[in-house]
């Protein structure tokens, strides 16, 4: 088995100490408070990541209007530890209610924790490899949090004519981040599950190995594309989809455009439609048609899909009930305030999900 020696730097205000075994337990921090506070920032809507003067920021977005009700800054979270590859959305995971980040800069994953008060991330924790290993020097990347959020597991990359690559995980749900712990091999160039999404996807990137952090914590990899006769892709993990080029709900619901979602050609028609593993669209039915797509994303909440048209506008098309395929208009366009209104979208800003009321 491969050995891997990672260090922990210290930053901010947080010392990142690990407790040694002299006899005397160290002092826990004090315990958060038993509910959030009323002033909680709301981490819900449209999430749209967006670079300003090159400082990466996070707007959420009512469904209902467009409207900017947050601006989270991750600049310090980055710390200027620029990935070589430009600022964009799939260097940076989240927790499911993003309240917990992490950053894949160049010399490391930079860990941080959603401050209210600052309504920034602020950095905790800097993890690093750092000694190297069978003639390689190993980066820290690709990083995914557990479905809980108290865990952060990552790639350890870089080992020369590899095959594989080791996935380590730590608990960052204390102010002092432990020792990285060893999960498992994957294919080497596997990407974490997040990094499928739409959106999320990292640029230039084939995806052909996925792996996940299932609800009991263990390490479950997806290897071998399916593609159905439509150009549908998706891969098998424990007996789900994982979609490459189309979308779900969660509730079995599937979504795309006519032979999957592609940034090559312009896209004018949405369908829903069901799939098994190794089987082909059936029930296919279409939600959307007539106007060109730029995204669309599933909200369980409302039984809909929310629709961006490529002039900004944004529709909602019902997926039950008499309104069923008959979109209708939300809002014109999303709506900035704060420093993310000095300019447009740029090519590596968008909505990146649809996040539900936690």
């Not at 991750?74 to 309240?99: E, Y």
Request: aromatic residues 6%; hydrophobic residues 40%; glycine residues 12%.
């Amino acid at each position: 088995m491969t050995t891997i020696h990672v260090k922990r730097a210290a930053v901010a205000v947080l010392l990142l100490t690990t407790a040694c075994s002299t006899g005397t337990p160290s002092e826990d921090p004090a315990p958060p408070p038993a509910t959030p506070p009323a002033d909680r920032i709301r981490t819900d809507g449209l999430v749209v990541f967006h670079v300003n003067d090159g400082q990466p920021v996070l707007t959420f977005h009512d469904v209902g209007d467009g409207g900017q009700h947050t601006q989270v800054d991750l600049s310090g979270l980055v710390g200027g530890d620029l990935n070589m590859d430009a600022m964009q959305a799939s260097h940076f995971a989240f927790t499911p209610d993003f309240r917990r980040a992490a950053y894949e800069g160049a010399s490391g994953v930079h860990v941080g924790v959603l401050d209210d008060a600052e309504w920034a991330y602020t950095p905790t924790a800097l993890l690093e490899a750092e000694n190297t290993f069978n003639g390689g020097t190993p980066t820290l990347e690709r990083p995914q949090f557990s479905p809980d959020g108290a865990e952060l597991w990552m790639v350890a990359a870089g080992q020369r004519d590899s095959e594989t690559e080791t996935v380590l995980g730590v608990d960052v749900t204390n102010t002092a981040v432990g020792d990285l712990q060893e999960k498992g091999e994957v294919p080497a160039g596997a990407v974490p599950r997040w990094q499928t999404q739409p959106g999320r996807q990292p640029a230039l990137t084939h995806i052909t190995d996925v792996w996940d952090i299932t609800d009991n914590g263990d390490l479950a990899v997806a290897s071998g594309v399916h593609t159905t006769s439509d150009g549908l892709d998706y891969l098998e993990l424990g007996g789900d989809i994982v979609p490459l080029n189309f979308v779900g709900d969660g509730e079995g619901r599937w979504f795309a455009p006519p032979g999957g979602i592609s940034g090559m050609t312009e896209q004018t028609t949405v369908e829903a439609f069901d799939l098994e593993v190794g089987g082909e669209p059936t029930n296919v039915r279409t939600v959307a048609s007539g106007g060109a797509v730029e995204g669309f994303w599933p909200d369980p909440a409302g039984d809909r899909l929310i629709i961006q048209a490529n002039d900004a506008s944004f529709y909602e098309a019902p997926l039950t009930g008499p309104g069923a395929a008959a979109p209708s208009l939300l809002f014109e366009e999303l709506l900035f305030e704060g420093p993310a209104a000095a300019g447009e979208l740029g090519v590596m800003d968008g909505v990146i999900a649809l996040a539900q009321p936690r």
